[in-house]
């Protein structure tokens, strides 16, 4: 910024012309030389030029301010000041020193925003060099290194008056070979906060301390009934242990006054590392995770940070609530999703932490409001909406900073941020010099707002959701500082929620038209809501099937509400892909309750039945479902009285039922048969199974033969055995002894191979070839199944029964 042009064409006064023509006398050097050397300006022209070519030389050496001790000076205190000073030129710098230029109170919040955002060395503006002893020297700078410097200065020594914001400049003279004169090659602007006395009253100021991180657990749980989670890596680990960004945010939040916003979703994840979990690694099955002992510990830590705290505890999972608004309202089910997220909030940083949390605020991206995202925000159950003031505007009238708290209607209270303190410490600190700039812009911001007014006003500072751990340590030191000044108070996110607003603050939120651009480009789009809503009318099918529901709507509901995160922002694809995941485990669990295929089955007859297999791999059991078969053709194959049968179907878990369903036949043929499981409420299940029966009817007249025949056979083949046991007899009576057991022999033969197991069950020797009276009986042999024998004849075609 070429601050010096705005100088041109100034004319000297009549006292600066008396100097400069005194100057050049007692000098008794030529004009120009005179001139050089005048502390007070010279003419018009002159003036724009020297001005022009001070700020055109500031940038050629970097001046870095790396410490400033006291940040908040008070009376008898020594101001202490470090650095580096590093010659970027291609020329070598002489005859360099290090000062201090202490400018004039710096009267509104735009003046300091205006000189953060100078590089430029302005004599008007930046005040005379404090000399003397508090100057460093460097004979010489050498481009391209770094030179380290430090002053102190006694506070007296700084000529501070009344109590205010002083720009303070640390600013590097020298010479060049192209600029052989003493000129200000470098300098760096911050701010010096002056209050040393008690302020009367003092600033409330609230900071809210975010715990939030990404999306980290899958909806994914291991087999059996543990249920071991699964995360997506391992990078929770890491923000939790020592030097993490999570345990930074823990070890400096619990050192300060402030009031703790949590995700619940953190404390579930880091909870669940507590015990047994896994994590994913690729393509791969997930590997067991190794960090239960960080995750102990750092919940111990925070239970014990948080106790006798104010905690905020977000919708779990942070969700998004402009994204809602903007694209998720129009799709059934979203609000459903983010009423959820509030309910589960409370019980998760209850169970986890054992306090009870305030669960009454939203808090949209950066704060940023209109219309629609209040609703949303209420509908999910706050009554408080915490927005930020480069939003929520105020009118143009009101001169000063007014109190975070205002109404906005409909029993909603908007507490609105300073955007100037809540964006302090945003980009990159990981620079010593960055950061003392930051915290004393911070400090100026503080003090000047204090100073607008005699009227106490509570302030509430709300940061970025996730700040890395140099802009974590950053926002503490500047905290300690103003915690302990004379001008500022802690306050509570509840009591500066309460705290009366101010008569002149705007009320209006702001349209839609007014909603960032830049904010609405990050957004989650409709068909992520869709995914999502889609996502839970499976949950809601599968639910209704299961004995213990809870193993499945619980992690599945969790999942969904991370799928709304705020985190999401800026990572489209990583979000499509986080919800896939989601999906495509639901519908592998679902598939796990399946109809077995079957191939074609043959039907004889009349009636016969039909089985149908289904399966359950799952872990518990399923009921509540039914098995409805279909005949595709009810005139020739009848299942049931309506073409179809519906059987009730409870299966245990890691078990299969066969189902059987009774069949009627009315023709040959092959019909299409289709099986399909249903929820009780009619909801189809799974996938159908269809199959072809083919059918072979017999009919009654078939059937009379065939039984006709059999009969015949049956007499014909008993009148053939009596015939042949009446010759037997009738030879046996006529030829003795050898006729007899002729006869006997036959009428074996006749009576076929049955009738001969008795003999056969006989031992070998003891096979009499006499009467029946002279063979010894045997224990094994068969008791006779006919009367004695008759020795009388029989008559012709006579048959004995034997």
């Keep these: 910024m070429a601050e010096a042009a705005d100088f041109q064409g100034t004319s000297p006064s009549p006292a600066r012309r008396w100097l400069r023509r005194t100057g050049a006398l007692l000098a008794g050097a030529p004009l120009l030389a005179g001139l050089l050397q005048l502390p007070a300006a010279p003419s018009a022209q002159a003036t724009g030029q020297d001005a022009s070519r001070a700020d055109s030389g500031s940038r050629t050496v970097d001046v870095s301010l790396d410490s400033l001790s006291p940040s908040a000076p008070s009376d008898g205190d020594t101001l202490t000041v470090s650095g580096t000073v590093t010659n970027n030129g291609k020329q070598a710098v002489t005859g360099a020193h290090v000062g201090l230029r202490v400018s004039s109170p710096l ?59 002083y720009g303070l400049s640390v600013s590097l003279s020298g010479r060049t070979a192209a600029r052989p004169w003493d000129d200000v090659l470098g300098i760096q602007h911050t701010f010096l906060p002056w209050q040393p006395d008690e302020a009367d009253p003092k600033t409330r100021t609230t900071y809210l301390w975010p715990l939030v991180s990404t999306v980290h657990m899958t909806a994914e749980t291991g087999p059996g009934e543990q249920q071991t989670p699964v995360f997506l890596n391992d990078d929770l680990a890491k923000e939790i242990a020592p030097g993490g960004r999570l345990e930074q945010m823990l070890s400096l939040g619990q050192d300060l006054d402030v009031t703790w916003v949590i995700d619940p979703d953190l404390l579930a994840s880091v909870d669940a590392m507590t015990r047994n979990y896994q994590v994913r690694t690729g393509s791969g099955d997930p590997t067991p995770g190794t960090h239960q002992d960080v995750a102990k510990q750092w919940l111990a830590r925070l239970q014990q940070a948080v106790a006798g705290k104010e905690v905020v505890a ?18 059934s089910g979203s609000l459903s ?30 704060g940023a409001v209109d219309p629609s995202i209040v609703k949303v925000a209420t509908s999910g159950g706050a009554d408080k909406v915490i927005a930020r003031s480069d939003s929520l505007q105020e009118p143009d009238g009101l001169t000063y900073t007014p109190s975070a708290s205002r109404p906005v209607g409909g029993g909603t209270t908007a507490v609105v941020a300073d955007a100037q303190l809540s964006t302090a410490f945003e980009g990159d600190l990981t620079r010593a010099g960055a950061t003392t700039l930051a915290v004393q812009r911070f400090l100026a911001h503080s003090l000047a707002l204090g100073l607008q007014t005699g009227k106490q006003r509570s302030v509430v500072v709300a940061p970025q959701r996730m700040p890395t751990a140099s802009q974590a340590q950053t926002m503490a030191r500047a905290l300690h500082v103003l ?117 074609e089955t043959k039907l004889s007859g009349r009636s016969a039945t039909i089985p149908v297999t289904v399966q359950n791999n799952l872990v518990q059991g399923v009921d509540h479902l039914v098995l409805r078969l279909t005949s595709t053709n009810p005139t020739r194959l009848k299942i049931g009285g309506k073409g179809y049968d519906e059987q009730p179907v409870t299966v245990a878990g890691g078990h299969s039922q066969s189902v059987k369903f009774t069949t009627s036949a009315n023709a040959n043929g092959r019909v299409a048969v289709v099986a399909q499981l249903y929820t009780q409420d009619g909801q ?119």
């Design 314 to 331: 977000l919708p779990f999972g942070d969700p998004d609530l402009a994204s809602l608004a903007h694209s998720g309202t129009s799709v």
């Design 684 to 802: 189809e299940y799974g996938g159908p199974v269809a199959f072809d029966v083919k059918v072979t009817e017999i009919t009654a007249t078939v059937m009379l033969v065939i039984g006709g025949g059999v009969l015949l056979l049956v007499l014909a083949g008993f009148r053939m055995y009596t015939q042949r046991k009446r010759a037997a007899v009738r030879d046996g009576g006529e030829g003795g002894p050898d006729a007899e057991d002729a006869a006997e022999t036959a009428g074996k033969a006749a009576e076929g191979p049955g009738n001969a197991e008795g003999s056969a069950d006989r031992p070998e020797g003891k096979t009499g070839t006499g009467s029946g009276a002279d063979t010894p009986e045997q224990a094994s042999d068969p008791a006779p199944d006919t009367a004695a024998e008759s020795t009388d004849p029989s008559g012709a075609g006579e048959r004995v029964d034997r």
């Design 337 to 366: 999703q983010l009423k959820d997220a509030t309910d589960v909030a409370a019980s998760t940083v209850e169970t986890v932490l054992h306090v009870t949390p305030n669960t009454d605020f939203a808090w949209p991206v950066n």
């Design 107 to 165: 009267n509104t919040r735009s003046a300091i925003d205006t000189v953060a955002r100078r590089t430029g060395y302005t004599p008007e503006t930046d005040g005379a060099e404090i000399g003397g002893p508090y100057v460093q020297k460097f004979a010489e700078l050498t481009p391209g290194v770094a030179e380290h410097f430090s002053l102190s200065v006694p506070v007296d020594k700084l000529d501070l008056g009344a109590d205010g914001v």
């Design 483 to 599: 915690q302990q000044s004379t001008w500022s108070e802690p306050q509570g996110l509840t009591a500066a929620a309460k705290a009366k607003p101010d008569a002149g603050a705007t009320t209006k939120i702001p349209s839609a038209s007014k909603y960032p651009s830049s904010l609405r480009k990050r957004e989650l789009t409709r068909p992520a809501f869709e995914a999502i809503a889609r996502t839970q009318d499976k949950v809601d099918n599968f639910e209704v099937v299961l004995t213990d529901e809870s193993r499945v709507v619980t992690p599945f509901g969790r999942a969904m509400n991370r799928e709304m995160s705020t985190s999401w922002r800026g990572l489209a694809a990583r979000a499509q892909s986080f919800r896939n995941g989601v999906e495509t485990h639901l519908d592998d669990l679902t598939r796990q309750v399946k109809l077995i295929d079957k191939s």
